[in-house]
């Protein structure tokens, strides 16, 4: 099973809401991932959870609020966003130990978010 | 700055023609070099990866060349379908400290196969 499972898979919200993004895996995977992909770009990182551990805040804005509860789960709490964060939110897991084989990461369908 | 450097970034081929997209890399650090596969809609999906020790790697249909010396690599789609009509990223990753790796992507090819 390589499957990694983001709720909701849409999700429209106004700029005062307050809103989370669930992402789960069940792969034993100890990385976990956050990116945001905007229309025919890249996915670009934002943060990146080692052993429930922040390891990167690639300098994201406070807005977005990550949270790692347990090796499974990875949350990303929104609040107050601005409609330029409108895009494929997309969670990622891998390993983090061993061969680089064994460390790609698997990544999510994504949460298309609307903010209006 | 762009680390990965890919091209072209639309390629539209006839079916049963090969597809070839190509990726140029700086930073001598990268050592895994995957390609993911991403349908609209869903999120990337790994479709093979390469390790720099390696000049050629083939699933399928598929196949990475690495040149290593030239810091360039290639993916070659045999035989297209137009189920492979998709977005396809190269990317470089490297191991950080944590032990998870960082992966930098290019900026993708939005291939069409017709038929």
């Known amino acids: 099973d390589t499957e990694v499972t983001q709720t909701p898979k849409h999700l429209v919200m106004g700029m005062t809401n307050k809103k989370s993004l669930k992402c789960e895996q069940h792969?034993?995977?100890?990385?976990m991932y956050w990116y945001k992909q905007k229309a025919k770009k890249p996915p670009e990182l934002m943060f990146v959870?080692?052993?429930?551990?922040?390891?990167i805040n690639e300098s994201v804005p406070s807005r977005f609020s990550p949270e790692c509860p347990n090796s499974s789960l990875l949350n990303l709490h929104l609040h107050a966003l601005q409609p330029e964060d409108s895009a494929l939110y997309l969670c990622?897991?891998?390993?983090?130990?061993?061969?680089?084989?064994?460390?790609?990461?698997?990544f999510g369908a994504g949460t298309r978010l609307s903010v209006l | 700055q762009q680390q990965v450097k890919q091209s072209p970034q639309s390629l539209i081929v006839q079916k049963g023609g090969i597809s070839i997209i190509n990726c140029a890399y700086e930073?001598?650090?990268?050592?895994?070099f995957p390609w993911y596969q991403q349908f609209p809609g869903k999120g990337p999906a790994l479709l093979i990866a390469?390790?720099?020790?390696?000049s050629e790697k083939k699933e399928g249909r598929f196949t990475i060349s690495f040149n290593k010396s030239a810091k360039q690599f290639s993916l070659h789609i045999m035989d297209s379908q137009p189920g492979d009509s998709a977005t396809y990223f190269c990317?470089?990753?490297?191991?950080?400290?944590?032990?998870?790796?960082?992966?930098?992507f290019g900026i993708g090819t939005k291939l069409q196969v017709i038929p």
């Open positions: 990317a470089a990753s490297m191991r950080e400290r944590g032990g998870y790796q960082k992966v930098t």
């Open positions: 959870y080692s052993y429930e551990k922040l390891s």
């Open positions: 792969m034993g995977h100890r990385a």
């Open positions: 990622a897991s891998s390993q983090v130990a061993g061969h680089q084989a064994k460390n790609i990461q698997y």
């Open positions: 930073n001598t650090a990268f050592d895994y």
């Open positions: 390469i390790r720099p020790d390696v």
